[in-house]
């Protein structure tokens, strides 16, 4: 009797064992069983940043914003947040489009980079050989696409997208196409993006666009075009005003429209390989070195970072006054974070995204935050309240800090201070003065503004506007009859003259810096 229950018994031991093999075996074959709990903490994730980018978006009195989450490629979270056009109620939606800005610049990239690959571009050629905005050897192509090209080339890293556009002459000549046909045949069109748009300037073109790249193409373009979120600009106190769209010139530096949802396939196309040969795209966010020998923060046309033993892959757009944008990749946990927004608030208060600090901006900690640092601490990281005034969120801080496993919240409160001192710097809404347009006539000429702007002035009508040659024209709007603003961008103009009322230069006060144009025709 005691044989025949121990038998039992062995065989009961067996058969549990077989059964505890036979689900392990299960659920690496049925990847629902296995990652179940990985996914409800990435819904819940989730939940949480959606929640957090609301706040923050209140917080800075953003109109409208688009948000989406990748994994390994898959779009798995998107949302739209408030509205894309406040004057006909339209809601903000995950396709909605928006002007991307600097965006663009991996698009370009990634064009410059085929035609490298396919050996009409060296990286090492003069500029000078496919634009004639440069002479002599010493500026490169490489210098343009590093932002290394001022100064001593390749000395040091200063960010300029003024210069970086001049590889859509680059790009142009060395391909025998436009930079509008070379993007919407290699990337676009590829990829299924439909919901983007080469250019806001496609229905000014409409004829020679549809020439190019058909009328069939160019309608569909049209009809995204209409849904194109308004633009906004945030005022002294708390004044939401509709602003002006950017310039509409499609360049390599900005000018692209899309939506969150197609930038993403654009950014698993480029994780894929899709576009690139492996090393090529591993040579893209590669950080460049300096000719004395220091890591600087940006690739070939993209932010490379690592902060923590974690490597990002980022960039960010900024239109003063009108639009901003931001996508942040892990690589490493194949997570891709974007944003759109239809004003300059995702990167105005940030002045650390040019210097290529992507964690001093509040949008890029708090995806950070929820999903690479709770990884390393092992924790849930609740997001602090992002409307508090200063005392009550460093109160707020000092309580998450004492659970928080070592995890600083320092990033969080760097950009905290960051959004309280623009809000409390933004400007009130200027108001246009009844000048005598026949005073613009003194104005007129053309303008010198180093190292490369050349800026014309120009009277139509009673308007006087500004053309920044290959990056477009805007209307300065006059404060006094010498003082001139810009409502799409946060600049200030004005004309001084000598002693005879002879207009010599105009002073430029352009995001908080001053600069001087020598008037030179």
């Given at each position: 009797?005691?044989?025949?229950?121990?038998?039992?018994?062995?065989?009961?031991?067996?058969?549990?064992?077989?059964?505890?093999?036979?689900?392990?075996?299960?659920?690496?074959?049925?990847?629902?069983?296995?990652?179940?709990?990985?996914?409800?903490?990435?819904?819940?994730?989730?939940?949480?940043?959606?929640?957090?980018?609301?706040?923050?978006?209140?917080?800075?009195?953003?109109?409208?914003?688009?948000?989406?989450v990748a994994r390994g490629g898959r779009v798995v979270w998107s949302k739209g947040y408030g509205l894309a056009d406040r004057e006909r109620r339209v809601a903000a939606t995950p396709d909605t489009p928006y002007v991307i800005a600097s965006l663009t610049k991996p698009f370009a990239s990634a064009l410059l980079m085929q035609l490298v690959e396919q050996g009409r571009v060296r990286l090492d050629d003069p500029a000078s050989k496919y634009s004639a905005r440069f002479t002599g050897d010493a500026i490169q192509v490489r210098h343009l696409?590093?932002?290394?090209?001022?100064?001593?080339?390749?000395?040091?890293?200063?960010?300029?997208?003024?210069?970086?556009?001049?590889?859509?002459?680059?790009?142009?000549?060395?391909?025998?196409?436009?930079?509008?046909?070379?993007?919407?045949?290699?990337?676009?069109?590829?990829?299924?993006?439909?919901?983007?748009?080469?250019?806001?300037?496609?229905?000014?073109?409409?004829?020679?666009?549809?020439?190019?790249?058909?009328?069939?193409?160019?309608?569909?373009?049209?009809?995204?075009?209409?849904?194109?979120?308004?633009?906004?600009?945030?005022?002294?106190?708390?004044?939401?005003?509709?602003?002006?769209?950017?310039?509409?010139?499609?360049?390599?530096?900005?000018?692209?429209?899309?939506?969150?949802?197609?930038?993403?396939?654009?950014?698993?196309?480029?994780?894929?390989?899709?576009?690139?040969?492996?090393?090529?795209?591993?040579?893209?966010?590669?950080?460049?070195?300096?000719?004395?020998?220091?890591?600087?923060?940006?690739?070939?046309?993209?932010?490379?970072?690592?902060?923590?033993?974690?490597?990002?892959?980022?960039?960010?757009?900024?239109?003063?006054?009108?639009?901003?944008?931001?996508?942040?990749?892990?690589?490493?946990?194949?997570?891709?974070?974007?944003?759109?927004?239809?004003?300059?608030?995702?990167?105005?208060?940030f002045d650390g995204l040019g210097g290529g600090d992507v964690r001093g901006s509040a949008f890029a900690s708090a995806f950070l935050r929820t999903f690479v640092s709770e990884d390393d601490y092992r924790r849930s990281l609740p997001a602090p309240d992002w409307r508090l005034g200063r005392k009550e969120f460093e109160s707020e801080v000092s309580r998450l800090k004492k659970s928080a496993g070592g995890y600083k919240y320092d990033e969080e409160s760097a950009a905290h201070e960051a959004i309280r001192k623009w809000l409390a710097g933004?400007?009130?809404?200027?108001?246009?003065?009844?000048?005598?347009?026949?005073?613009?006539?003194?104005?007129?000429?053309?303008?010198?503004?180093?190292?490369?702007?050349?800026?014309?002035?120009?009277?139509?009508?009673?308007?006087?506007?500004?053309?920044?040659?290959?990056?477009?024209?805007?209307?300065?709007?006059?404060?006094?009859?010498?003082?001139?603003?810009?409502?799409?961008?946060?600049?200030?103009?004005?004309?001084?003259?000598?002693?005879?009322?002879?207009?010599?230069?105009?002073?430029?006060?352009?995001?908080?810096?001053?600069?001087?144009?020598?008037?030179?025709?």
């Amino acid at each position: 009797m005691k044989f025949n229950t121990h038998k039992a018994l062995v065989r009961f031991v067996i058969a549990v064992t077989l059964w505890c093999g036979a689900l392990t075996t299960m659920a690496q074959n049925n990847p629902s069983v296995d990652d179940s709990r990985e996914n409800k903490v990435e819904r819940e994730r989730l939940a949480r940043l959606e929640n957090e980018l609301e706040t923050l978006r209140d917080a800075l009195k953003i109109p409208g914003m688009s948000a989406a989450v990748a994994r390994g490629g898959r779009v798995v979270w998107s949302k739209g947040y408030g509205l894309a056009d406040r004057e006909r109620r339209v809601a903000a939606t995950p396709d909605t489009p928006y002007v991307i800005a600097s965006l663009t610049k991996p698009f370009a990239s990634a064009l410059l980079m085929q035609l490298v690959e396919q050996g009409r571009v060296r990286l090492d050629d003069p500029a000078s050989k496919y634009s004639a905005r440069f002479t002599g050897d010493a500026i490169q192509v490489r210098h343009l696409l590093t932002h290394t090209s001022e100064g001593t080339p390749g000395e040091k890293y200063r960010y300029n997208g003024s210069r970086f556009a001049a590889l859509t002459e680059v790009i142009a000549k060395a391909s025998g196409k436009t930079f509008r046909q070379l993007l919407v045949a290699n990337i676009l069109e590829k990829l299924g993006m439909t919901e983007s748009v080469p250019g806001h300037e496609v229905p000014d073109k409409r004829e020679a666009i549809s020439a190019a790249l058909g009328a069939q193409t160019v309608s569909r373009y049209l009809q995204v075009l209409e849904r194109l979120a308004k633009p906004y600009v945030l005022y002294r106190p708390d004044r939401v005003s509709l602003s002006e769209y950017p310039p509409r010139q499609l360049s390599a530096a900005a000018g692209l429209i899309s939506t969150v949802t197609d930038l993403a396939k654009f950014y698993d196309a480029s994780d894929r390989n899709a576009l690139l040969k492996p090393e090529t795209q591993a040579l893209v966010f590669t950080p460049a070195v300096s000719t004395d020998g220091k890591t600087l923060p940006y690739g070939l046309g993209w932010f490379v970072e690592t902060r923590g033993g974690v490597k990002l892959h980022w960039h960010y757009g900024y239109w003063p006054n009108s639009f901003s944008s931001l996508v942040v990749k892990v690589p490493e946990r194949g997570l891709t974070f974007i944003l759109l927004a239809n004003s300059d608030a995702l990167s105005a208060p940030f002045d650390g995204l040019g210097g290529g600090d992507v964690r001093g901006s509040a949008f890029a900690s708090a995806f950070l935050r929820t999903f690479v640092s709770e990884d390393d601490y092992r924790r849930s990281l609740p997001a602090p309240d992002w409307r508090l005034g200063r005392k009550e969120f460093e109160s707020e801080v000092s309580r998450l800090k004492k659970s928080a496993g070592g995890y600083k919240y320092d990033e969080e409160s760097a950009a905290h201070e960051a959004i309280r001192k623009w809000l409390a710097g933004r400007p009130a809404e200027p108001v246009v003065a009844k000048v005598d347009p026949r005073v613009f006539d003194d104005y007129t000429g053309q303008y010198s503004l180093p190292p490369l702007a050349v800026i014309n002035i120009k009277r139509d009508g009673d308007r006087l506007m500004g053309e920044i040659v290959g990056q477009g024209t805007a209307q300065l709007l006059p404060e006094s009859e010498t003082s001139f603003f810009l409502k799409e961008l946060d600049t200030r103009i004005t004309f001084v003259k000598d002693a005879n009322g002879k207009v010599t230069h105009m002073d430029v006060q352009l995001n908080g810096q001053k600069m001087q144009a020598k008037k030179v025709k």
